[in-house]
């Protein structure tokens, strides 16, 4: 069974640092990954996405995730943090297939990220 | 552009009544989903439907259904409300079945059963 796991419930970050939200995940076969985000009230945002090529991706709003087989994560970044990025962040993996798997995602728990002045 | 949208954004409901959760979307995907996010608890799977005409059960698929009578429209149904379904409930769609396809969501909707 696949699955995602994002260990810390809460990351704490000063304005201006650099920020990692942590995920890891287990699957069979090759992984597609996603970031989503979700501010309060308001759905879920993609991010960004893992699905071949290059380790490091960039996506939305200057972050970046970086992709590693062997550890099996994909934990995002963001060289300076800015309070507007406090918010709810989830990682994803595809699971299913093109037929009959549905194109399902499985998310990890989410993390709290606060950045604070 | 409109993307997903549900209605209604909140709901009280009673024990035992019932109530349809209404999903639609312009972007002419083929695939949508019902989550519900408890928290602590990530988003979880209810049903999913591949296209007009077709659905499935995702991984907590009690207590509710869904149809896919047109491309546009996913409603999901609770028959007999339970306080267990106490949760904010998220439609989502995807263009086509790859797998590095990202799902677009709705606003949520909160539901309270009392």
């Known amino acids: 069974a696949q699955s995602v796991a994002q260990p810390e419930d809460q990351v704490n970050v000063a304005e201006g640092n650099p920020l990692t939200v942590k995920c890891t995940y287990s699957?069979?076969?090759?992984?597609?990954l996603f970031w989503y985000v979700q501010y309060p009230n308001r759905g879920l945002q993609f991010l960004l996405k893992?699905?071949?090529?290059?380790?490091l991706v960039k996506g939305s709003y200057g972050f970046e995730a970086e992709f590693n087989k062997s550890q099996t994560s994909f934990h995002l970044k963001k060289p300076s943090a800015l309070v507007s990025d406090s918010a709810l962040y989830f990682c994803?993996?595809?699971?299913?297939?093109?037929?009959?798997?549905?194109?399902?995602?499985?998310f990890g728990t989410g993390t709290q990220l606060k950045v604070e002045l | 552009n409109a993307g997903v949208t549900q209605t209604p954004k909140f709901r009280i409901l009673k024990i035992g009544q019932s109530m349809t959760l209404q999903c639609t979307q312009d972007?002419?995907?083929?695939?949508m989903y019902w989550y519900r996010q408890d928290p602590g608890m990530g988003l979880k799977l209810i049903y999913y439907?591949?296209?007009?005409?077709?659905?499935d059960k995702g991984e907590v698929p009690n207590g509710y259904n869904v149809s896919r009578s047109t491309t546009e429209d996913f409603p999901l149904r609770l028959e007999l409300a339970a306080p267990s379904q106490t949760s904010v409930y998220f439609c989502?769609?995807?263009?086509?079945?790859?797998?590095?396809?990202?799902?677009?969501f709705g606003q949520g909707t909160r539901l309270t059963v009392v």
């Open positions: 989502a769609s995807s263009y086509r079945a790859g797998l590095g396809t990202e799902a677009f």
């Open positions: 699957v069979s076969g090759n992984p597609y």
């Open positions: 893992y699905i071949t090529g290059d380790n």
């Open positions: 994803a993996v595809r699971t299913g297939g093109l037929t009959g798997g549905g194109n399902k995602l499985t």
């Open positions: 972007m002419n995907h083929n695939y």
């Open positions: 439907s591949v296209g007009a005409g077709i659905t």
